[in-house]
């Protein structure tokens, strides 16, 4: 049982974490950014390049991955996505662009480093902690320490930096934030450059426990927005709640019933939050008013 407890609280780290890093996008930008998807596996692919290409130490080369992703997130909305908002561009054609460009870094990652299971991990294989009797390995501490943390700093940076609060002016009301002097584009590209980050942080993590494929991202991703749909507009608690939630449900059936109905009841849960509490536990139903 105590196995059980540790595997799941990893899950639900995992899927915070997720959930957190595609909130700061969604909650800005307003569409479903599914290149974020390979923005999950490009962290663990430039880590990689610079490590087993390059030949640079891990504390060069973990630091040096995360930033050519954060990078590689800025560039794309400073390329692509904002000449289309300035066009005009609603969230569906942002959505069907997103699409595409996550079609384009997985096809273009599987031509430069093939489609096979590549792992990143040390050669001399490490004892796992023996914590109230379940083992939990060095790589799954790490996850959950940096969930933790990373739950504080979005606190903080939300709530007492200058970013931050132009962060949750611009999620709240584009345009009230335009006619109050707050830049958008520099916020925008702020917040795809933050997520891009923790997006990175996620898969290279993930490519240290398990190994890394051209499709890690996608399935680590969808877990995270049924997080912050079930959490409720992206709210910081919501998204941790939900992922606590979604990870119990997730072992539960697969404890009961077998690994294989684990994603299958994530998204059953996802369906009955949609069909009964559509904004989420933790959201607010829009009232309606007349004039």
């Known amino acids: 049982m105590t196995q059980v407890l540790s595997n799941m609280l990893y899950s639900a780290c995992t899927i915070c974490l997720v959930g957190i890093s595609f909130s700061f996008i969604f909650s800005a930008a307003k569409f479903f950014h599914f290149a974020h998807a390979g923005l999950i596996a490009s962290g663990a692919y430039a880590y990689l390049v610079f490590s087993q290409w390059c030949s640079l130490p891990v ?58 299971t590549k792992v990143i991990s040390n050669s001399d294989v490490t004892p ?10 060095g790589v799954q501490l790490t996850v959950m320490a ?9 606190v903080f940076f939300l709530d007492r930096t200058k970013n931050g609060l132009a962060l949750r002016a611009v999620a709240d009301s584009p345009e009230l934030a335009r006619l109050s002097g707050i830049n958008f584009d520099k916020t925008m590209g702020i917040a795809f450059c933050l997520g891009s980050f923790l997006a990175s942080t996620i898969g290279l993590l993930q490519a240290f426990d398990v190994g890394m494929t051209p499709t890690m991202g996608l399935p680590t991703l969808l877990l995270g927005v049924v997080a912050v ?3 409720g507009d992206g709210k910081i608690l919501g998204v941790a709640v939900a992922s606590l939630f979604l990870a119990f449900v997730q072992h539960v059936a697969g404890w009961q019933f077998g690994a294989q109905w684990q994603e299958t009841t994530a998204f059953l849960l996802l369906l009955a939050f949609l069909l009964c509490r559509p904004q989420g536990v933790f959201g607010k139903r829009l009232a309606k008013t007349s004039v």
């Open 229 to 231: 749909v079930i959490g």
């Open 59 to 116: 504390y060069v080369s973990v630091p040096l991955a995360l930033a050519a992703s954060a990078g590689l997130g800025l560039s794309l909305d400073l390329a692509i996505y904002r000449p289309m908002r300035n066009c005009g561009a609603s969230p569906l054609i942002l959505l069907l662009a997103s699409l595409g460009l996550y079609i384009l870094l997985q096809n273009g990652i599987s031509m430069v480093f093939g489609d096979d």
């Open 128 to 137: 796992a902690f023996l914590i109230f009797g379940a083992r939990v390995t």
């Open 146 to 154: 940096v969930a933790i943390a990373v739950l504080f700093i979005k």
